[in-house]
């Protein structure tokens, strides 16, 4: 039999807001459309979804620049709150010039803006949603178990969660959706130490299966569907509690940083 996945959307989910329980939405909304989760299903949701059900949404209009971020903003086109935003997020700055801003942030991802997004926010209480931006969640693994909890409540079948963002990537143009979180599901595949199919030892393989899932999500998802989660099936991934430890590069082997 030849392998092979099968991806779904999961559609018809109101605009979310602070406190909606967004694993017992997703399963009953699964359900809904007639592809109801199943036990060893991978379950890939959009960071800007679980970030609006725990409140990480600022609104614009309460920020006030600082220096700093009023100077890069003007001299770049910039709206200079969200630049505050953004360094306020931010760990260390990693760069700042050119119009880009990347930066480490409190949960160690290397990225632009600090993850801060101002797309697909919803539409704000005056203005359509302009003056809102959105921002990671502060513990994207905490946010993972917390949806496959409620999924195993709600649906009474085991998972694995992976939170998903879109990340721009060193050597490559275009962005990618890559895992920021994970509950259940091992990010991480590591075969060094095992034999490749022609006997050869295997030194340095480890594949991000996590990111590769998240990416594949993104397909079914988009950036303008109002898709806020995917299903993946058959794939057989091996179960961890490690979250997203495992895809985390320790800053002394960064190059980028």
Same mark, same amino acid.
Not at 13 to 18: G, I, K, M, S
Not at 105 to 123: I, W, Y
Not at 172 to 185: D, F, K, Q
């Given at each position: ?48 979804? *679980? +970030?609006?059900?725990? $409140? %990480? ?11 700093? @971020? #009023?100077?890069? =903003? ?88 992976? *939170? +998903?963002?879109?990340? $721009? %990537? ?11 979180? @994970? #509950?259940?599901? =091992? ?71």
């Amino acid at each position: 039999m030849h392998p092979s996945l099968t991806i779904t959307g999961i559609s018809g989910l109101p605009e979310l807001h602070d406190g909606d329980d967004l694993g017992g939405l997703l399963a009953r909304a699964a359900a809904a459309q007639g592809t109801p989760l199943a036990e060893g299903d991978v379950l890939v949701v959009a960071q800007k979804a *679980v +970030s609006k059900a725990e $409140g %990480r949404v600022t609104d614009l209009r309460m920020v006030t620049p600082s220096a700093l @971020a #009023a100077d890069f =903003a003007a001299r770049w086109g910039k709206d200079p709150r969200a630049v505050e935003v953004a360094l306020a997020e931010a760990a260390r700055v990693v760069r700042m010039e050119a119009g880009i801003l990347i930066t480490e942030t409190r949960q160690g991802f290397v990225c632009a803006n600090s993850g801060v997004d101002a797309s697909n926010v919803g539409r704000g209480p005056a203005d359509g949603g302009a003056e809102t931006v959105v921002l990671l969640p502060l513990d994207p693994d905490a946010s993972a178990r917390a949806i496959r909890d409620r999924v195993r409540e709600e649906a009474g079948v085991r998972v694995g969660v992976i *939170v +998903s963002d879109t990340f $721009g %990537r060193p050597w490559r143009e275009g962005a990618l959706n890559v895992a920021i979180g @994970a #509950a259940g599901i =091992a990010v991480a595949a590591d075969y060094r130490g095992q034999t490749d199919a022609d006997g050869r030892l295997m030194q340095t393989s480890v594949i991000a299966v996590g990111d590769e899932l998240a990416a594949a999500a993104e397909l079914v998802t988009g950036k303008r569907e109002r898709v806020p989660a995917a299903v993946v099936r058959g794939y057989p991934f091996a179960p961890s509690e490690d979250g997203i430890a495992p895809l985390m590069r320790e800053r002394a082997r960064d190059l980028f940083r």
